[in-house]
């Protein structure tokens, strides 16, 4: 099943960023898009990357709003 949302995830749009003000501030966001959506693409920006790398922040972020990581590519996530 995963290398199907592999395959969708390649095509969509990324909808949610992280930037300076942290995790904190995209949790309710990225919930409520995986309320409505199957996937939803987001970008880990240079500010919110800080020493952290981008699969730790979406292993991170994916922890708090109950979701599975299906893909980290560069600087992006995509999260079921």
Same mark, same amino acid.
């Given at each position: 099943?995963?290398? @199907?949302? $592999?395959?969708? *995830?390649?095509?969509? #749009? %990324?909808?949610?960023? %992280? ?7 995209? %949790?309710? @966001? !990225?919930?409520?898009? !995986?309320?409505?959506?199957? !996937?939803?693409?987001?970008k880990f920006? $240079?500010? *919110? $990357?800080?020493? #952290?790398?981008? +699969? +730790? !922040? /979406? *292993? #991170?972020? /994916? +922890?708090?709003?109950? *979701? @599975? ?7 992006? /996530? %995509?999260?079921?």
């Amino acid at each position: 099943m995963s290398e @199907e949302f $592999r395959k969708q *995830a390649h095509d969509l #749009d %990324v909808t949610v960023w %992280v930037g300076k003000k942290g995790l904190d501030a995209v %949790v309710d @966001e !990225l919930s409520d898009q !995986l309320d409505s959506e199957e !996937l939803v693409k987001t970008k880990f920006l $240079r500010s *919110a $990357r800080g020493t #952290d790398d981008t +699969e +730790e !922040l /979406a *292993a #991170d972020l /994916a +922890e708090r709003v109950d *979701a @599975e990581v299906i893909e980290t590519r560069g600087h992006t /996530a %995509v999260f079921h």
